[in-house]
Each structure stands twice: as C-alpha cells, then as structure tokens.
C-alpha cells in the first residue's frame, strides 16, 4: 500500500492507496455505502460493499459523521464519470476525529452564516476551487515579473504617510507618534525602482473605506510593479501583457477549478493582449449617450465602469482622467495639464477595476506644488522628494487588486469569497 494525494491518483490506478483526509459526505444503499472522501487536494468517491469488508468495518464506518477525519484504504479504479476519473473500492476505514454534527450542511444558508463560519466554509468545494485559482493568479504574477527581469522588493506595513489620500487611512499607535496601515507600496516602490530598474512588491494593503459594496475590502492584497524609464504607453503594454499571462496559467491549470465555479471558460479564453482603450472624455460622452446623470470632472461609480465594460469584450483601459479626481503623483499631461497621464484597466462583465496605474511626476517643482496642493505634509514626504533630487527619471507603474482579479476570473459576484478571511466594513472576525 502507497500514500497518496488525490490529485495524484492518476498513478496509481489498480494499485492499493492510503489518503489521508475527511469525510466530505455520505450516502448508503444497505449493502453499499459511498463515502465522498477529501484531502485537500481533490475529491473522490470510495464505495465499500458489505459482502467484500464484512459486517464489523461494514458498521464501523456507518458510524462517520460528515467532516470526520479518516484515514481510507483501497483500491484505485477507473471510472469514466467521476470528476476526478477514478473512484476507490474501499477496503477499510480508520477514524482518526469523530466530529459532531457538522454546522454547515447540504443546506442552503445565509451569507452571514457562512461567512461567520469562514474557518469551515474555507473547505466546501467551491472555496477549495477559488483558493486554488487565486494560487495560481499569485503564481503566475510573480513568475511574469521574475522572466521579465523585476526584483521583488517588499514594501512595509506601518508607514509615516499615505500614498492614496488621507481620507482612508487606518491610523494606529506608534510608540510616542503615529503610523498608518499601508494603502500602497508604491511610494517604496518608485525608491527601489531608482535602485533596481524594475521591481515590484505583493503583499496587504488597508483601506478604511465606508464602503460596502461587492469590490471593496478593508484589507486586500495589491501586486505593485514600478519601472524606471518608463513612460505612460509602455506602462499600458506591461499591464495587459501581465493581465494576458495570468488568465492563461489559470486557463492551463484551473479547468477543473473553474468548472466547479461554473465559470464561462470562453470569455476568458478571449483575454489576449493588446486590449481597447477609450480615453476619460470619451468615457464620459458613451456614459451621456447611454443616459447616465455625469458630467465631465466626475468619478465613475461602479455602475459607470459596468456601463463602459459593457461595450468591450476585454478588459479595456479608461486614460487621461481628470487631475482633480486623481492622486497627487500622477503626471499631468504635458499638453492638457487638466488630465492625468493615467489609466485604470476596467474587468469584462462587471467587475470593474482590477488596475490603477500612471506615469509620475518626475519634477520636483511640480511635485512640491502638488504635495501642497493637497495638503500633504512635506516632512514626511521628504524621502519621497529626494528622489525628485537625485537622479531624477520617468517613471511608471500599477497596482492590480488581486480579489478584484480573482473575483473576476472565477466569476464571483463579491470579493468576500476571494479571499481566505475578508476584512469587511461589518466584519473582522473569523
Ligand atoms: O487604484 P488604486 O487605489 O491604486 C493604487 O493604490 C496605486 N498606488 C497603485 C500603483 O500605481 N502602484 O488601487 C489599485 C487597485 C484597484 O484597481 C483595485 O483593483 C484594488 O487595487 N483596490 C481594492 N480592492 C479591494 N478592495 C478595495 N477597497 C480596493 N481598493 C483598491
Ligand atoms: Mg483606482
């Protein structure tokens, strides 16, 4: 007999195998009993006949609950139907944890429920498909960005200044001062960026957003890349080069995960660089025909960027928005300083932006000017200006959402499923 996974039980069909796992449900025909068997890496169906085991393992494992650990035991047969393709004639059953009734049952429940009871839902199929995907999405980034000759360069958590506006930011104790929850790297990025070319960090993010809607969590993790010499359309090619690499590694190994999601494969199959871009005046004028209430200077609401993905079939990139309504970093257009050399990547079918990026100011008068604008404090931006001082470049980058990217990929209608414990307005426990 040979340990193995689920995912591996390819190998070993006829053999004899050990798996190691839980019992994700049951169901008996008197004489047979069909136990659904996880292990974290798949599921599988083992079948135990009364006449084969004998009566005592026969009963023994009449007695597992759903959930239980188990250890099982048995024979790897080829069966076309399966998910999986196989299925285990069971020889025995061990139990390792007897659990007791298992709060989350076939059942439908409400959102709430499940979502106080994350710690358990995390292990439903559906979850499993989405943790999965998301795996492969954080993968597959790091992997464009090591073949493209990017440092990976990790930005801290506790910061002296906000990088998006004050008016989110998460303020905490620090010793005899205060610091804030980081809302971006990017700042640290554009440091690296002058040391190291092309760099990038992944890791948590905080926004303390009053929002409660299906794109916004409190906490959620920002991929950030940062290119020296890099001017605006360049930044536009990275972005829809990176976005095409991801959705094909998930594509190549998630077909199994997105058929559990029921996930429409083809729309995603469709995701190829390059992508349609439609400047912010255009945006607003296709938003004015379709009779929305907006006018020129005004942010998009979440119905807008459904409006405007709406008429593209691929992820399309909305440029030049208005300098009033963006970041104090951006540069403005050399020609129209009243627009931002900026875009933001709007997700197909709803999703709405996965991407914010823009090229940066590299002058420090202009930059001064616009720290002041905003009221920014220039102490503790003073780093930040230093590289304005020495050594000066263009520069550009983006930060791409990671659950926004997954809810989208799986086809998710909230990004509370994205990721393993959400950080909601609401909630903060598990
Ligand atoms: O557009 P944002 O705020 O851009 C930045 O933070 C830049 N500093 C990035 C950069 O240029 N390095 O955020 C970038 C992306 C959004 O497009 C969205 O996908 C995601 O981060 N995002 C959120 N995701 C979930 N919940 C929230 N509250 C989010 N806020 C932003
Ligand atoms: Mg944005």
Redo the contacts with the bound molecule.
């Keep these: 007999m040979v340990e193995t996974r689920i995912a591996d039980i390819a190998k070993h069909e006829g053999q004899e195998v050990i798996i190691k796992g839980w019992l994700y449900n049951k169901r008996s025909s008197g004489k047979i009993q069909f136990l659904q068997i996880r292990d974290g890496s798949g599921f599988i169906q083992g079948v135990m006949v009364k006449n084969e085991v004998g009566e005592e393992i026969f009963n023994k494992v009449k007695e597992i609950t759903q959930e239980s650990s188990i250890i099982v035991y048995g024979t790897v047969k080829r069966e076309e139907r399966a998910p999986s393709g196989f299925e285990l004639l069971l020889k025995d059953v061990e139990l390792v944890h007897l659990a007791p009734t298992y709060p989350i049952a076939k059942k439908e429940h409400g959102v709430d429920f499940l979502m106080d009871h994350r710690h358990l839902w995390l292990r439903s199929p559906r979850q499993v498909a989405i943790m999965r995907v998301r795996n492969t999405i954080v993968n597959a980034a790091r992997e464009f960005f090591d073949k493209n000759g990017f440092t990976l360069i990790d930005a801290p958590i506790l910061t002296p200044s906000a ?2 506006g004050t008016t989110n930011l998460f303020e905490t104790e620090y010793f005899d001062t205060k610091a804030y929850l980081s ?2 790297g ?1 700042l640290y ?1 554009e440091a690296a960026a002058m040391a190291l070319g092309k760099v990038y960090c992944f890791g948590p993010t905080f ?1 303390a ?1 009053k ?1 409660k809607t299906r ?4 906490e ?1 993790w ?1 991929i ?1 890349p ?1 290119m020296a010499y890099v001017e605006f359309e360049e930044n536009l090619q990275v972005q829809e080069q990176f976005v095409s690499y991801i959705v094909e590694k998930v594509l190549e190994k998630n077909r199994q995960d997105l058929k559990v999601l029921d996930r429409d494969i083809s729309k995603l199959e469709n995701i190829k660089a390059p992508f349609p871009r439609i400047t912010y005046d255009d945006a607003i004028k296709l938003l004015q025909e379709k009779g929305e209430d907006i006018q020129w200077g005004d942010d998009f609401g979440a119905p807008h960027e459904t409006i405007i993905a709406e008429s593209f079939d691929k992820p399309v990139f909305v440029t030049h928005y208005p300098t009033d309504i963006k ?1 104090f970093y951006m540069k403005p257009h050399p020609q129209r300083p009243e627009v931002v050399l900026a875009a ?1 990547l709007i997700a197909p079918e709803g999703y709405g ?6 090229e940066r100011i590299a002058d420090l008068d202009l930059l001064l000017k616009r720290i002041e604008e905003h009221n920014l404090p220039k102490e503790a931006y003073q780093w930040y200006i230093d590289l304005r001082t020495y050594g000066s470049v263009p520069h550009s ?5 990671l ?2 990217t997954v809810a989208w990929i799986c086809g998710l209608d909230h ?1 509370r499923e994205t990721i393993p414990f959400p950080r909601l307005l609401n909630r903060l426990y598990p």
């Design positions: 990088c998006e809302q971006s990017q990025m926004r957003e929002s794109r916004h969590l409190i959620f920002m950030e940062e970041a933001d932006e996965i991407i914010g990026g823009s980058g983006f930060g791409l959402g659950e926004r990004v």
